[in-house]
């Protein structure tokens, strides 16, 4: 199970990719059920090779998913609390015991704490409109 926040803003970007872009690759003659699809209205088959596309597209540096952990990791061991630092591991999820001791006690709550702490270690600013109401379990 996954759990994730997003803002309202997040949301509307979500719900315009759903509404406006997402039909037109849709193939009647073969739909697909998955959120995301590829240019020929396919389930994406690899996110990781469609981000590094991107990237090299917008000359952004690539960083995989690990990388980011440990950064968010590092940092949140510096500076948050041990109750906070529990909410980030929960969150972060590196092993299936890690899986199995937290995630039975996920909750809508716990999962928008955890975001919102993650957010306050980007320097960038944390948007507006973190709510429960949008909490998403997988």
Request: charged share 25%; net charge neutral; proline share 3%.
């Amino acid at each position: 199970m996954v759990g994730y926040a997003m803002t309202e803003e997040e949301e509307a970007w979500f719900k315009a990719y759903y509404e406006t872009m997402r039909p037109r690759y849709l193939d009647p003659s073969d739909p697909c059920d998955k959120f995301f699809l590829s240019v020929r209205g396919k389930q994406v088959s690899s996110v990781t090779s469609d981000l590094c596309r991107l990237h090299r597209c917008y000359e952004v540096q690539n960083a995989t998913s690990q990388e980011v952990r440990r950064v968010a990791e590092t940092q949140a061991g510096s500076v948050f609390s041990a109750r906070q630092k529990e909410g980030v591991a929960r969150n972060m999820a590196h092993t299936t015991s890690v899986v199995q001791k937290h995630y039975s006690m996920l909750t809508a709550e716990a999962v928008v704490e955890t975001s919102v702490l993650l957010g306050k270690l980007s320097e960038a600013r944390q948007p507006r409109g973190l709510t429960s109401s949008w909490c998403c379990f997988l």
